[in-house]
């Protein structure tokens, strides 16, 4: 069965520090990635996707991902947070031809002044 | 500008009745879903619909109805059989394919007293 696993609930970092949000899926074929964003209480944005094309995907705030096959990953990245990323991340897998997403638990970032 | 809207944002129920939920776009997309968050779970997939007059159980449709009788509203019915519908309710669409991004409203949060 498809399956998305984000394995930290919460990560704390410092503002300015790097930031990499992990996420590993388990799909029979080429998976299409996302990473969406929400700040509390809000929808959820699309911050990245990833389709097929160059591994390294870069998206909305500064944020990148690396889709990596042979380690069933898709993790974001980012070279140095702000207060305002501090948000909840959630990582999903379409699975191409039907009409559902496949959805991570969700990663709350903390961020420390 | 294009866009989902929900209403209400805030809605609090009695035990044993039903309320109903209201999502809109105007993004003209033909495919519209209705997810439940609950913390720590990320997004639970309730009913989807692909076109007009037509919608399909998601993973968790007991307790819950939906009409889509025009292509840009897709109100979401929580019935009285629904045992636990205190939670925050997200409403998405998408242009027709399962791997093209979800646009999502800003939420319905559900309290029952």
């Known amino acids: 069965a498809q399956s998305v696993t984000q394995p930290d609930i919460h990560i704390t970092v410092s503002e300015g520090a790097s930031l990499e949000l992990r996420c590993n899926y388990s799909?029979?074929?080429?998976?299409?990635l996302f990473w969406y964003v929400q700040s509390p209480g809000q929808g959820l944005q699309l911050l990245l996707k990833y389709f097929s094309g160059d591994t390294l995907v870069q998206g909305i705030k500064g944020f990148e991902a690396e889709f990596k096959r042979s380690q069933s990953s898709f993790n974001l990245r980012k070279p140095s947070v702000h207060w305002s990323d501090a948000a909840e991340y959630f990582c999903a897998v379409g699975a191409g031809s039907n009409y559902q997403l496949i959805w991570g638990a969700g990663t709350k970032l903390i961020i420390k002044p | 500008d294009g866009g989902i809207t929900q209403s209400p944002k805030y809605l609090f129920r009695k035990e044993g009745q039903n309320v109903t939920l209201s999502c809109e776009q105007n993004?003209?997309?033909?495919?519209m879903y209705w997810y439940r968050q609950d913390p720590g779970q990320g997004l639970r997939l309730i009913y989807y619909s692909q076109i007009v007059n037509d919608f399909q159980k998601g993973d968790i449709a007991e307790g819950y109805s939906v009409s889509r009788e025009k292509k840009e509203s897709f109100p979401l019915t929580v019935t009285s059989a629904q045992k636990n519908p205190t939670a925050f309710y997200l409403c998405?669409?998408?242009?027709?394919?399962?791997?093209?991004?979800?646009?999502f409203g800003p939420g319905t949060r559900l309290t029952v007293l």
């Open positions: 799909y029979g074929a080429t998976p299409y």
């Open positions: 993004l003209n997309h033909d495919a």
């Open positions: 998405a669409s998408t242009s027709g394919y399962g791997t093209d991004t979800q646009y």
